[in-house]
């Protein structure tokens, strides 16, 4: 059984890049965000083309989420969003392994959340 549950649909990953604490490290910005009632942390991976072509991307993705598998810190119980760029594919393992645990530490620490936005219309 993994450690951590996948995000699922549009609504969770905009939620936690629009109201989630950033963590830049690298080529990699982790979103992390502290829901109401959050039982075990989520996870939900984001790469955009550019990095590269589709068998780049999928072992990104796939090494991003055994390195958080696997990990011997736990992560507190939060949703998090691992937003790549293009120099994420030329990282070896050990690098990405640092650059995510410490990014995931930091945003799991942060104790800011960036309010909601006002919805614009009638009063």
Known sequence: MRAFDSLRGRREFTLVIRRGTPVVRGALTVYGFAPRAATRPKLG????????????????????????????????????????????AGLTFAELESHLTSAVAEAGAAKRQIPARRARGRS
């Open 45 to 88: 991976v984001v790469i955009p083309k550019t990095v590269g072509k589709a068998v780049r991307r999928n072992l990104l993705r796939r090494r991003c989420k055994a390195i958080f598998e696997n990990a011997r810190w736990r992560p507190p119980h939060r949703w998090y969003v691992v937003a790549c760029r293009q120099g994420a």
